[in-house]
């Protein structure tokens, strides 16, 4: 087990509505990633957080937001959820260092929308 | 801007012959190379990565995996396969030119059939 873990681990919503997903990291990681993963695809970065702050990002949109807080856990909040949105949502931390830390990913959240 | 190719979508091997997954990166700086590995309903575990150093990099589970900078390749392998390896492999780049983004490829299923 990599001491990363999600909740809820599975999420029904329907088109428009709001979703919060949470993550609790190793203890001591300061540096947070999440990650989408539709069905037959790789991970697509969302974005990361550092010391509370957001500190890069991929190609998601605004309603794609999260937050960090100081006891290692965070939260990725999505907004006006659209069905494309339908995917397993995955959270990694680390310690970051230069770039070439490892990042250890929860099992992730399965979220549906209808 | 930075990609990661993994050519097959499935590789299927017989226990006790040796695998091999192929990935092929792409990045404007040196890369950290990652590889990582999903079962059924699991987030992803972390096999190996290179940073610098030595091209073959030895991980978890008795894996390995050759880093080829004329090829830009970095392929992973085990000398005797297992049932128990079938699972869905991807391989991750980051820049080190100081970039936060991981790109993951595609992903290959790797089947090991008894």
């Known amino acids: 087990e990599t001491g990363v873990t999600q909740s809820p681990t599975h999420l029904i919503k329907t088109r428009g509505q709001q979703v919060t997903l949470r993550c609790s990291s190793q203890s001591g990681h300061n540096t947070v990633s999440w990650y989408q993963q539709a069905l037959g695809q790789g991970p697509q970065f969302i974005f990361q957080?550092?010391?509370?702050?957001?500190?890069g990002r991929g190609n998601f949109p605004p309603r794609f937001s999260g937050l960090q807080f100081p006891n290692y856990s965070s939260e990725l909040n999505v907004n006006a959820l659209e069905l494309d949105d339908s995917a397993l949502y995955l959270c990694?931390?680390?310690?970051?260092?230069?770039?070439?830390?490892?990042?250890?990913f929860g099992p992730g959240t399965r979220l549906l929308v209808l | 801007a930075q990609s990661v190719a993994q050519p097959e979508d499935q590789v299927n091997v017989a226990e006790g012959n040796p695998l091999t997954v192929k990935c092929t990166y792409s990045v404007s700086g040196n890369p950290y190379l990652f590889w990582y590995v999903q079962y059924p309903n699991r987030g992803l575990q972390f096999l190996l990565k290179?940073?610098?150093?030595?091209?073959l990099v030895k991980g978890s589970y008795g894996f390995e995996a050759e880093f080829n900078k004329s090829q830009t390749s970095f392929h992973l392998k085990k000398p005797s396969a297992l049932v128990s390896d079938s699972a869905l492999y991807f391989c991750a780049v980051r820049d080190s030119t100081g970039g936060f983004k991981t790109i993951f490829g595609a992903g290959t299923r790797l089947f090991v059939k008894a």
């Open positions: 990694a931390s680390s310690l970051f260092l230069q770039g070439e830390e490892t990042q250890y």
């Open positions: 957080y550092y010391r509370e702050e957001e500190n």
């Open positions: 290179y940073i610098t150093g030595d091209n």
